[in-house]
């Protein structure tokens, strides 16, 4: 059956899954949701014999319906191969009372690749499908992860350019490096004088700015996103829920139809969107704990139902949750209001002018398979040490929220529902928080240095990704204000 995708904005014209993943965003600013979230037509306990490409079929055919199987198999094993450093592609590791589902194995060490990996196989697919001639400028925003995943999901790759904007004071000292050493001639890299929701809100103009769009069609370019407001980067990320459920059924950890809870450390409210598509698509999930750092937009949103950005924004050491404006969530607001786009775009009109909305009681009433909690900058840290003192596990800092987070609201509950965490980071890439909650004396020690230290205390390997940027070369410095955005974005498609 086809299924079809319209704006959370204005929902009466209809779109391909194709079409949705070539656009990126909606005309209107809104964004793509399908028509109706289709049931899995497989046994979960089929799905515990699969392999993780396998799996992946099974759910992403029912929501890109315009794709061939072949086409779509093809996205699949292209996206998830090699550059995963295990063919398990997402294994899931028990420690201290829960699953920790690793998300980060793929070429950049951070969750953004299980969706950036295939991104760009489904947008050249979309392409050709739709019979686009323009080259496809892929533009975005980044807290640090994104920009990485999809820099290397998109390197000269044919027919696509892409610029990536990140806070030049705003992210990670090896993220920053990932990115500014990237090849590929087709990659740009800048850094803005401002913060991510800044250079978002850069980004969205430029995509709502007709005049541009005409301007680029002309110089025969065309714009889309890999920011995770593309359902081209949602839907692979509901893959991996199913995928988690899966290896618990298969290592006899659950039986099928027990439930399990996720928590998600969020940010941008992506990777929790695909959770709460992956329950309504049949995977039995009970809670679905929304995990924040000091940036507590969310929680505050959960206890009261007023979404309020009208706050100070803190850089912390979780910095790819530092977001204040989490642009998925939208879709979820489309959803409670029962696919209300009139609605839906009054509340996101008064978040663009007030900076906060009020969803009614009726629509908090649909939230109740949600928990909202956050850690401060101490609590993430005690919560890497306890865990590495108790196991020898090592974790990230946003992978940290999550596991702080989960143990708040055990100690609130009792609740002893298997847990999956998401864990979206390797603890690599952020070493220098990661290595100083373990121990604080090491704190004027080189980047390089704690990475060693690391691998040695944690007992695992250096991966490739960080062995890449230690000598790797800078290819990018341009550094721009918030508002030269868009004449960067000109200059680098010489127009
Ligand atoms: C992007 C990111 C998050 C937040 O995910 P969202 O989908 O934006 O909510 C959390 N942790 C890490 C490491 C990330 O890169």
Known sequence: MELYYVSTRDNKKKFTASQAILQGLAEDGGLFVPTSVPKLDVNLSDLANMTY???????????????TEEELKNCINRAYDSKFDTEEIAPLVYADGAYYLELFHGATIAFKDMALSILPHLMITSARKNNIKNDIVILT??????????????????????????????VSAIQEKQMVTQKGDNTHVVGIKGNFDQAQTGVKMMFNDRELATELDNAGYQFSSANSINIGRLVPQIVYYVYAYSRLLAEEKIAEGDKINVVVPTGNFGNILAAFYAKTMGVPIAKLICASNENKVLYDFFETGCYDRNREFILTNSPSMDILISSNLERLIYHIAGDDAAKNADLMKALATAGKYNIT???????????????????????????YDKTGYVIDTHTAVAAGVYKKYVASTSDETPTVIASTASPFKFTRAVMGAID?????????????????????????????????EVRHNTVVEVDEMCAEVKRFLGM
């Open 53 to 67: 490409q396998q799996v992946a079929y099974e759910v992403m055919k029912l929501l890109i319906t315009d794709f």
């Open 361 to 387: 009681p009726d629509m908090k009433a649909k939230l109740v398979d949600f928990y909202g909690n956050y850690t401060s900058e101490a609590e993430t840290a005690d919560t890497i040490k306890a865990l």
């Open 440 to 472: 604080a004396s090491l704190s004027n020690e080189e980047d390089f240095v704690l990475v060693d230290k690391l691998s040695s205390i944690g007992n695992v390997a250096i991966p490739q990704a960080i062995e890449d940027i230690r000598s790797a």
């Open 141 to 170: 925003a980044t807290s640090g992860d994104t920009g990485k995943a999809a820099l290397a999901g998109f390197a000269d790759v044919e027919g696509t350019k892409i610029v990536v904007f990140y806070p030049k004071n705003g």
